[in-house]
């Protein structure tokens, strides 16, 4: 499986942003979609999740009420919509996937990554 992700830029504090996230290879092994994120100096940490239904989703707490992740499977494609953007959501954002069921919100759980978009917030 291989991901490809795009859509970073450089943006201003209160603007929004689409990221996507497409999917190629054996897509039909891929259940939970996901984006990650890594600031300058710290650790990656997790943002959000979807499940292969789009149903179940998981957000990382900063994020809630101002990030949406969806996916559509037809296109094999995980997007996440940004808004409200904070010059503290400044980072490399990362898709990944893994597959098993959970929506799982550790690094290690993932079986494939993207290459990473970055995005740039000035305040």
């Known amino acids: 499986v291989q991901l490809q992700a795009s859509g970073g830029g450089l943006v201003r504090a209160g603007d929004s942003l689409r990221l996507s996230c497409a999917a190629s290879?054996?897509?039909?092994?891929?259940?939970?979609m996901a984006w990650f994120r890594q600031a300058p100096g710290k650790e990656r940490e997790f943002v959000a999740a979807v499940n292969r239904s789009g149903v179940r989703k998981e957000y990382e707490d900063s994020v809630k009420g101002r990030f949406t992740i969806s996916r559509d499977n037809a296109k094999n494609t995980v997007y996440l919509q940004m808004n409200n953007l904070k010059s503290e959501d400044t980072a490399v954002y990362y898709c990944a996937a893994r597959r098993h069921t959970y929506l799982a919100i550790g690094v290690s759980d993932y079986d494939y990554w993207g290459q990473g978009t970055l995005v740039t917030v000035s305040s």
């Open positions: 290879g054996r897509t039909v092994s891929i259940s939970v």
